[in-house]
């Protein structure tokens, strides 16, 4: 049996993060163009449920994003492949739902892109992953949108978006059409147009705890199953 797969020549997101803070119209447009594809995942009732800037290739030579390693993906609303029990992704980017073993959501990847463009823009997690402990340690939304204005003071509607792709509850984040246009609106206060404002989530939340039982420390940057 061959399993045949398109070969992808790029580099990844994570590549070009190790850059540093980027151009503000560079995170936009990479962040619209994720959202499309997300997009088109989601159309199809697909959950990818490990975003993160390892599985998203820039296609050379233009560095259009393709998402990649769909091996955690999943059906929205069945239970197909689906262990109750597992609590799937990578720490630093699984929403608080997915360590709740929730079952598979278009919302679980919307927050991950919002923790990818938070850490793009302000270059460290929006969550605290200690090292030996069980529980990740969320930070204040009202911390986060300040670091976010800080890294960002040229462009409100990054910080605004970012912030509601992190929100804890997952009906209040938008969809990847809705991410997308905000991002097209975020280029054009960039180019020049008319800045817009968007409300952002300010209760705080505490993530849920891993189960005890599980044996071994999160590690932040790995996919696990747990």
């Given amino acids: 049996i061959y399993l045949v797969e398109e070969y992808i020549r790029g580099r990844t997101l994570r590549d070009l993060m190790r850059g540093g803070k980027p151009e503000l119209k560079l995170a936009a447009g990479k962040t ?35 998402l990649v390693d769909l091996g955690l993906a999943h059906l929205a609303g069945s239970d197909q492949g689906f262990d109750a029990a597992a609590i799937l992704g990578t720490p630093a980017y699984m929403a608080p739902e997915q360590y709740e073993a929730a079952p598979g959501n278009p919302k679980m990847d919307m927050y991950a892109l919002g923790a990818i463009l938070y850490e793009w823009l302000v270059g460290s997690h929006p969550i605290e992953l200690v090292g030996g402990e069980r529980r990740p340690r969320p930070i204040a939304p009202s911390e986060l949108r300040s670091r976010l204005e800080k890294a960002t003071p040229a462009c409100p ?52 705890g891993v189960p005890e039982n599980l044996a071994g420390p999160l590690v932040t940057d790995e996919t696990q199953i747990l």
């Fill in 32 to 66: 619209r163009l994720i959202c499309e594809a997300l997009d088109a995942l989601h159309r199809e009732n697909v959950v990818h449920r490990d975003i993160k800037p390892e599985n998203i290739m820039l296609r050379d030579p233009e560095g259009t994003p393709v």
């Fill in 157 to 208: 509607e990054l910080p605004a978006l970012c912030l509601q792709l992190l929100d804890p509850e997952p009906q209040r984040r938008p969809s990847a059409r809705t991410a997308g246009s905000l991002c097209e609106q975020a280029l054009s206060s960039l180019e020049g147009g008319s800045v817009l404002r968007f409300d952002c989530p300010t209760t705080s939340w505490l993530m849920p």
